[in-house]
T-cell receptor
Framework: AQKITQTQPGMFVQEKEAVTLDCTYD???????LFWYKQPSSGEMIFLIY??????QNATEGRYSLNFQKARKSANLVISASQLGDSAMYFC?????????????FGQGTRLTINP | GAVVSQHPSRVICKSGTSVKIECRSL??????MFWYRQFPKQSLMLMAT?????????EQGVEKDKFLINHASLTLSTLTVTSAHPEDSSFYIC????????????FGPGTRLTVT
């Protein structure tokens, strides 16, 4: 069964607009962590933001925020005031368990293109 | 963010030869490192979890005798592709996990392997 689902293969957004990238997950473990990574054309995976299953507030990191809706099992990434440099692949990932280094399961990714 | 290096960034080898890829965590000690494989336009697939001082844990379907992993120190893990075949051509990415919460993984820049 797919544990992480990203339903948007591609997104096109005008520069300076906000964009929401969707991510839903499936787990029976009450303890888990959700991550978003950015992969530009160079191939490197860049860590953007983290949300723990017990965190009461939505995570924010600069222009990135995570819209965490636990009951709906969704963890959408919101990028405010998009920039041309935001064009990249974005992956949502989940780690089951919150203690110790555990493996990540990745979604299929969303290719975001920012138009000038 | 933390820095993880990978070497080489690109390698071309002939069928039947072995190739070693190094993954180094440059500014933190990583008890646990991970090796992923990424095919074009696809997501990352975990191959194995590398634990310092112990044997790696391989994912189902990954041949441990073909993909040898050694994690000899807290900052270095190596992946050796033995008796390489053209179907082993891929993008290999390593990550290093912090040893404290939220145990986020920092990724290396990846190694593109081409087997001729």
């Amino acid at each position: 069964a797919q544990k992480i689902t990203q339903t948007q293969p591609g997104m096109f957004v005008q520069e300076k607009e906000a964009v929401t990238l969707d991510c839903t997950y499936d787990t029976s473990d009450p303890s888990y962590g959700l991550f978003w990574y950015k992969q530009p054309s160079s191939g490197e995976m860049i860590f953007l933001i983290y949300q723990g299953s017990y965190d009461q507030q939505n995570a924010t990191e600069g222009r990135y925020s995570l819209n965490f809706q636990k009951a709906r099992k969704s963890a959408n990434l919101v990028i405010s005031a998009s920039q041309l440099g935001d064009s990249a692949m974005y992956f949502c990932a989940m780690r089951e368990g919150i203690q110790g280094a555990q493996k990540l399961v990745f979604g299929q990714g969303t290719r975001l293109t920012i138009n000038p | 963010g933390a820095v993880v290096s990978q070497h080489p960034s690109r390698v071309i080898c002939k069928s039947g030869t072995s190739v070693k890829i190094e993954c180094r965590s440059l500014d933190f000690q990583a008890t646990t490192m991970f090796w992923y494989r990424q095919f074009p336009k696809q997501s990352l697939m975990l191959m194995a979890t590398s634990n310092e001082g112990s044997k790696a844990t391989y994912e189902q379907g990954v041949e441990k005798d073909k993909f040898l992993i050694n994690h000899a120190s807290l900052t270095l893990s190596t992946l050796t592709v033995t008796s390489a075949h053209p179907e082993d051509s891929s993008f290999y990415i390593c990550s290093a996990s912090r040893d404290r919460g939220p145990y986020e993984q920092y990724f290396g820049p990846g190694t593109r392997l081409t087997v001729t």
